[in-house]
C-alpha cells in the first residue's frame, strides 16, 4: 500500500491535471448542498488542518475551480463554492479516477481479500479517531 498514494497521485496529474488534494476538494464540494460548504466544514470532512486547506484553496481559487465568498451565515467565516469549471474538472476525472482505483486495488484482490481490507480499514479508522 505505500506505493499507492503515489500512484494515485500520478494517476490524476497525467490524466486529468489535478492532484490528489485538489481532486478532494472538488469531490467534496460537487457533493455538498448546493456545491458550497463553509471552509471550516470542508476542512473537517477532508480530516485537514485549516491551515492545509486554506493553501490549497488560494491555488484552486487562482486557477478558476472554487470561488471563496464571505459566509451567508456569519460573515465571519468563508463558504467554498464549485464554480463551473471545477465542476467540469471533476466530471471529467471522476470516471477514470474511479476506474484506476477499482482496476489497481479491488479488481486485484479476491472477495475474501477485499472483505479483510475492509475489516482492517475500519480497524485503522477507528484507532486514526481515537489518537485525535
Request: hydrophobic share 40%; net charge neutral.
Amino acid at each position: 500500500m505505500w506505493g499507492y498514494p503515489p500512484a494515485l497521485d500520478r494517476q490524476l496529474s497525467q490524466d486529468a491535471g489535478l492532484s490528489t488534494g485538489e481532486y478532494s476538494v472538488l469531490s467534496t464540494l460537487s457533493e455538498a448542498p448546493g456545491r458550497q460548504l463553509r471552509a471550516g466544514d470542508a476542512a473537517a470532512d477532508l480530516g485537514w488542518e485549516r491551515s492545509r486547506l486554506s493553501h490549497l484553496l488560494r491555488r484552486m481559487e487562482a486557477k478558476g475551480f472554487i470561488e471563496r465568498v464571505a459566509s451567508l451565515c456569519d460573515k465571519r467565516g468563508h463558504d467554498v463554492h464549485l464554480t463551473q469549471l471545477g465542476w467540469e474538472a471533476i466530471e471529467a476525472a471522476a470516471p477514470q479516477h474511479v476506474t484506476f482505483i477499482r482496476e489497481t486495488l479491488f479488481d486485484t484482490l479476491t472477495v475474501e481479500e477485499q472483505r479483510a481490507l475492509a475489516s482492517a480499514l475500519r480497524k485503522v479508522h477507528q484507532a486514526a479517531n481515537r489518537a485525535n
